[in-house]
């Protein structure tokens, strides 16, 4: 697989491109001083929503994951690798919190979705052994990086492999810490960005939902 060079010294970069998206959106919430959302959301909300483009995956058991399998549904979807010593099993764990605080109604029309950019140490089998230590609801979803990259391109999130020292295979991956909210009709709904709060991420998705359905 292929490497992308992410330096650490573009992380300033990275920050300062999404504090612009997110100020963007922000923006993109109020027409003529009127706030299309609720005050209190703790999350960016794209009134609109953004249609996401075609892409193949696969998931935890092999079985192909794309667009179609968004549709029908409330997605949470966070994108990170299984060798991730902090932010992602702090951020799985966060949405297994937030999962718990769900209803039944809301259980039955959500999935949690965790994605690797690091399909070569992350093949489906080590996937399904990782987000089944969360949650054995969560699916996990890894791909070709041509693939990997038209999702996340689409979606607006940002990750790199820094160069690994020869012969080894611990290399780091720096990758985007938000967690996206997909809906049923697979568009782009809301960004939740760190720090996360599983009660703020579940009371903002009851409010999305009562404002859309």
């Not at 005050?39 to 179609?68: E, H």
């Not at 080894?168 to 009709?185: C, E, F, T, W």
């Amino acid at each position: 697989m292929k490497k992308s060079n992410f330096p650490i010294q573009s992380l300033l970069l990275v920050a300062v491109a999404i504090l612009s998206l997110v100020l963007g959106l922000w923006l993109s919430q109020k027409l003529g001083g009127k706030t299309l959302v609720p005050a209190d959301l703790d999350a960016t909300f794209l009134p609109s929503g953004k249609p996401l483009a075609p892409f193949s995956l696969v998931d935890q058991d092999g079985k192909a994951f794309d667009v179609d399998r968004l549709k029908g549904r409330w997605t949470f979807m966070f994108f990170g690798y299984t060798n991730c010593p902090d932010v992602c099993p702090t951020t799985l764990q966060t949405m297994k919190d937030a999962w718990k605080l769900l209803d039944k109604k809301s259980l039955d029309k959500t999935q949690m979705v965790f994605v690797s950019v690091d399909a070569d140490r992350d093949p489906p089998a080590v996937l399904k052994k990782y987000v089944n230590y969360f949650h054995p609801d969560f699916i996990g979803v890894t791909g070709k990086p041509e693939q990997m990259d038209l999702l996340t391109r689409n979606i607006g999130i940002l990750y790199g492999f820094e160069d690994p020292q020869p012969g080894r295979k611990d290399y780091v991956v720096n990758h985007s810490g938000q967690i996206v909210l997909i809906d049923p009709a697979a568009n782009l709904r809301a960004v939740f960005s760190p720090p996360h709060d599983p009660q703020k991420i579940a009371g903002s998705f009851q409010k999305i939902r009562n404002l859309l359905e």
